[in-house]
Structure formats: C-alpha cells, structure tokens
C-alpha cells in the first residue's frame, strides 16, 4: 500500500465522517419525546408496549428514562412533550408551576424493601413499613437510599419522616446514598448486604438478585402511582401537541390500558391500569 | 447470573439487528467526532507548535489540562446549551446523534491538539532550520511538516477514537440513550448493568473492546505497512 492510498483512504474516512454529520437525523415516522422514571423502562413495560402503540397510530416513541426528578426538570426545560412519572405531589407542582397541562393517573404497583435472607434487622417479622423501617434503623442495618431526588427517593423519604426518624443524619454510616437510579442502587445494595425501597416492576426483572428478599411489602403506604403530563404548550412551543395528546389518550383508552395490565414477568402482572374511565 | 454472557455473543453471531444497530451508531458516532475533532485540531496544534504568539505557553497548559475533561461535565454543559430552553435550543441537536457527535468531538478535541502539537514541535525542531537553508518559506516548511507527521497522526486519530468510543456520561445526558435513535454500546452497557443484567453488559463491554482492537490493528496495519519511518 502507498502513502498515497493511505491519505486517500484518511480523506475518505474524513469525508465519510463530515458526511454523516451533516446527514439530519433519518425519521420516517414523526415522533414525541417522553421523558420517563427509569422503572417503566428497567421493567420492560416499553418494550412490550410501544410497538403497539406505534402499530396503531404511526408514532414513534422516544423514551428518555431518567429519575422522576430529572425527568420534571428535563420537562420544565421543555425537553420533551409529555411525562410518565410516579411522584404525585411534585407532579401537581409541577403543574401549578405552569409547566404541564394536567396530570391524569395511568397506572400503579407498589413499593416493598428487599434485603438480605439473613434479615439481620429482622424486617419481615414486621407488620408495616414504618415498623420496618423502625428496625433497620434500630438495628442500623445497612440501608441503600437513592438519594437522587427520584420518585423511589421521595417515597422513601416520606415513609422515614413517618417514623419520626432522621436517617439523614446517619448517612454515611448505615444509611447509604448511592445518587443512583434503581437499577444501579439494588447492585449496590446486593453488594453490600443493604435492605433498601424498590418498586416492584423493577425487582421482579432484576437480574442481580443474590439472595436477596422481599421483606416487607403490603402496606397501603407503600402505593405507588404513576401518572402521565402533557407539557405545557404555553410554556413550551416545541412541544407536539397533537401526537402527544394522541399518545396519552391511548395509553388511557380501555385499548391501552389493557396493554399495560397483560404486561407480565415471570407469571406476574406489573403495572395495574387504573386510568379514570370514561 | 443469568446466561446473558453467552446470549450477547449469539446475538452477535446471527448479526441481532438490535445490538448490530448499536454497534454501528457507536461507530458512526465516534467516528464522526474524531473526524471533525481532527480537523479542526490538527491545525490548531500545528499553529501552538510553530507560531509564537503571546500567551501561547498559558493556551498549551489550557489545552493539556482540558485532555481530563470529565465527560459527564461536557454532556452537562451541552445540555444547558441544547435543551430547548437553552442558548442553542433552536437547533434542536438534544436527544440526537448530533448531539453526541458534538460532545464526543469536544472531548477529543483537546487530546488531538495536545499529541499533535507535541508531534509538530519534535518535527519542527528537526525539520525548520534545514528546510529554512533550501530557501523555504514558512508554509512550505509547515506542509513538510505535517507530511512527515503523518503516520504519528494516526496515533493521535486514535487516541481520540479510544476516549471517543468508552466515553459514556457525555452521550447519556445529550443523547438520551433512547432506544433505536441514541443507544450507543457503552450506554447500553450502562442500561443492562441497571437492570442487573450483569452478564450481558459484560459481554456487551467485550464487543466493544474487540470494537477497539479491530481499529487500532486496522490502522497498524496502515502504519506499518508501508515500511517508513515512524515517528513516535
């Protein structure tokens, strides 16, 4: 091979490169941009469900699966066209901020604390969740929080200040903040031998469970609704309206909530459509 | 575990769309990045090699300094920069390979500039004061230069490509990791690891390193077979 064809084969490499860069983004069908909690997505829920949706309308989904937190933030900065999130009270902030339009519930599961078989803090001898929060920290068990600003971490921070405790101030010691999303914060928490909150969706499809259990679960404390946000075409003028609200009204339609309540793992239903009827 | 470590290699195997679809945004990606980071370095450490100007040293430090850029800094700043209600939001670049293109293509940047002026200014050395006797002018001297730097340059091109291909926190928060649109191997790699799927992220990472190894042999390949001397 030649200097010659060498450079040669550089300039093509460049020209290939600047060619694909000025290439726009190839998109047959339109598309909206959902800025979703990771769970929906950890859980496979969008995999099932989204062809199906575009089957039915033409409409690409992209899915941005970050913390509920992140994902109200992403949303505020107009960074998508609606929410899927499971935090309520930051949601109706969130809407009262003028950022969103109107927040329906679509669907829920529920929470539960897993940890180690060994149960060190004796949590599956309680009854509720504050009791059994009550014991890991009576015990100071190692406990993993998410620490992230998630709708995961605000349900947990709820559930502590109904103990009447202040795990914060232990941080560091047996309570643990990762600063991850779900996913990331079970690696850690199987890890390490550390109980911690997770929703159900996302255990059941976990892949790196150890011997880890779930130890408390049932409480009607540990309800965990998601609900679903039009972004504010007022505030936000990206925002695609019409394939958005097409998109909603799906996902809440007798159609769509039907997919979601088939969506099932290892013989177990997921998510429970509970959309207002009518 | 599950035997998600084999599952990877099958899917590779019968060429899995999904996952030969990530491999080839990767690529594409990154590719793009070291191209247009290239071209617009090279130069630029050419001129911090050869042309004295004030504040050069001060620019030389910068510029070596911004090699450890943490990615996940550069995707965050992109983001203020290409979110809607950011300064370049009309673009409309966010959740796009274009985004990613960009953030890898600052990442790289600096690291091209730095190896490149170190090469330039080892040739110049070498090269000035002789080229200057022939009665040279100063861009007959500066094209030899670059001729002769050639095949360390494509060290360069590659070191770039190796920070541009296992960057992860950068493509993640410009690109989404949107399935089928911005998944890339590592963010991929990210998202198996979430969902404890241990195994495949692992096999996944391996795919990527073969990735790596593929392109640095392809471009000894380049380097060595034309039998001149390597100047590195």
Redesign the interface.
């Known amino acids: 091979m030649t200097t010659t064809t060498l450079f040669r084969g550089i300039a093509l490499a460049l020209a290939t490169g600047l060619g694909l860069v000025a290439t726009p983004t190839l998109a047959a069908n339109p598309f909206i941009t959902v800025q979703s909690t990771t769970s929906t997505q950890n859980s496979g829920l969008y995999d099932y469900l989204l062809p199906k949706f575009t089957a039915d309308t033409g409409i690409d989904v992209h899915v941005v699966a970050v913390g509920t937190g992140q994902a109200l933030k992403n949303g505020a900065n107009c960074d998508g066209d609606l929410l899927v999130v499971h935090a309520k009270s930051a949601e109706e902030k969130f809407i009262a901020a003028g950022y969103g339009v109107k927040r329906t519930n679509l669907m829920y599961n529920d929470f539960i604390i897993v940890g180690p078989a060994s149960d060190p803090a004796h949590v599956a001898a309680t009854k509720t969740v504050v009791d059994a929060l009550k014991a890991i920290a009576g015990a100071k068990a190692a406990f993993a929080s998410r620490g992230d600003n998630s709708g995961t971490n605000k349900k947990e921070i709820a559930l502590w200040k109904a103990t009447g405790l202040d795990p914060a101030k232990d941080s560091g010691t047996w309570y643990r903040e990762t600063g991850s999303g779900m996913g990331a914060t079970l690696n850690t928490a199987v890890g390490m031998n550390a109980y911690t909150l997770t929703d159900r969706a996302t255990w059941l499809k976990f892949g790196n469970k150890g011997d880890f259990k779930i130890l408390s679960q049932g409480d009607p404390a540990l309800f965990n609704q998601y609900g679903i946000i039009l972004v504010n075409p007022a505030h936000c003028d990206n925002v695609k309206v019409k394939q958005a609200k097409t998109f909603i009204d799906w996902m809440l339609s007798p159609r769509g909530q039907k997919v979601i309540g088939s969506y099932r793992a290892f013989g177990t239903q997921l998510f429970h459509p509970n959309a207002p009827k009518g | 575990?599950?035997n998600?470590f084999l599952d990877a290699f099958r899917m590779l195997a019968r060429f899995d769309p999904d996952l030969v679809e990530i491999i080839l945004l990767s690529i594409?990606v990154s590719?793009?990045a070291?191209?247009?980071a290239?071209?617009l370095a090279l130069p630029f450490g050419a001129l911090l090699a050869t042309w004295p100007f004030p504040g050069r040293r001060a620019l030389v430090v910068l510029v070596n300094a911004l090699m450890g850029l943490p990615p996940v800094v550069v995707g965050l700043g992109l983001y203020l920069l290409f979110?809607?209600?950011?300064a370049l939001?009309v673009l409309?670049f966010?959740?796009?390979?274009?985004a990613m293109?960009v953030a890898q293509t600052v990442l790289v940047f600096p690291i091209a500039a730095s190896l490149s002026r170190q090469v330039f200014v080892d040739l110049h050395a070498q090269y000035d004061e002789m080229l200057r006797s022939l009665g040279a002018n100063k861009w007959q001297i500066l094209l030899t230069v670059f001729w002769e730097a050639?095949r360390s340059l494509l060290t360069v091109a590659l070191a770039g490509m190796g920070r541009a291909l296992s960057e992860v926190g950068a493509v993640m928060i410009v690109g989404?990791?949107?399935?089928h649109?911005t998944r890339v191997m590592t963010t991929a790699i990210a998202?198996e690891?979430?969902?404890?799927?241990?195994a495949?992220a692992m096999a996944l990472g391996i795919v990527l390193l073969a990735l790596s190894v593929i392109v640095n042999a392809a471009v000894s390949f380049?380097r060595t077979?034309?039998g001149?001397a390597v100047h590195v």
Do not use: C, Q, W
Not at chain 2, 176 to 179: E, L, S, V, Y
Not at chain 2, 193 to 198: E, F, I, Q
């Open positions: 575990m599950d998600g594409k590719f793009s070291v191209a247009v290239l071209l979110s809607h209600r950011g939001g409309e966010l959740y796009t390979p274009t293109i050639r989404g990791n949107i399935d649109v998202l690891t979430s969902k404890g799927s241990l495949f380049l077979d034309n001149g």
